[in-house]
């Protein structure tokens, strides 16, 4: 049965975490449905822009006193789960030849080529020299003539 007087209470991460919540709310007998923005704005051609498809949750604003326990109990459970850091991805360092400077990049990017984090322009991901390196190779070229 559609709201007759809908309100949005709860903003998801993304649409697992406001199925779930969904789910919670129906349990205790609370109306309630999901929305998202799957127009051209929050699409493209791999798929939904996730900066812009933010599922909310919607009930009829006589609940809320109801749903404002259940919302409450959602989080207080989301808190409590242990924090799961991504494990850290190896690094590799280039030096771009435009600006002199060493950057990092994860290994995944070996043979690419990047923005320099320094000075914008694009360089090779891929070298392994240091700065020091770099130095010590336009020397030696210098000394050879």
């Not at 939904?48 to 609940?63: G, L, M």
């Not at 690094?91 to 080529?113: H, I, N, W, Y």
Request: proline fraction near 8%; charged fraction near 25%; glycine fraction near 8%.
């Amino acid at each position: 049965m559609p709201l007759r007087d809908p309100v949005a209470v709860y903003l998801a991460a993304n649409t697992l975490e406001a199925t779930l919540l969904c789910n919670m709310l129906r349990e205790a007998g609370i109306e309630a449905f999901i929305t998202a923005d799957v127009t051209q704005a929050g699409t493209w051609v791999g798929g939904i822009v996730p900066e812009t498809h933010e599922p909310q949750v919607w009930t009829e604003r006589a609940d809320i006193e109801r749903v404002t326990p259940i919302l409450a109990e959602y989080e207080r459970r989301a808190n409590e789960l242990p924090e799961t850091a991504p494990p850290e991805e190896e690094t590799m360092q280039a030096v771009c030849e435009d600006c002199g400077k060493a950057a990092s990049f994860p290994v995944r990017l070996r043979g690419s080529v990047q923005s320099c984090p320094n000075c914008g322009s694009y360089m090779d991901v891929g070298i392994q020299e240091t700065p020091e390196e770099a130095a010590g190779a336009e020397g030696s070229e210098g000394g050879e003539e």
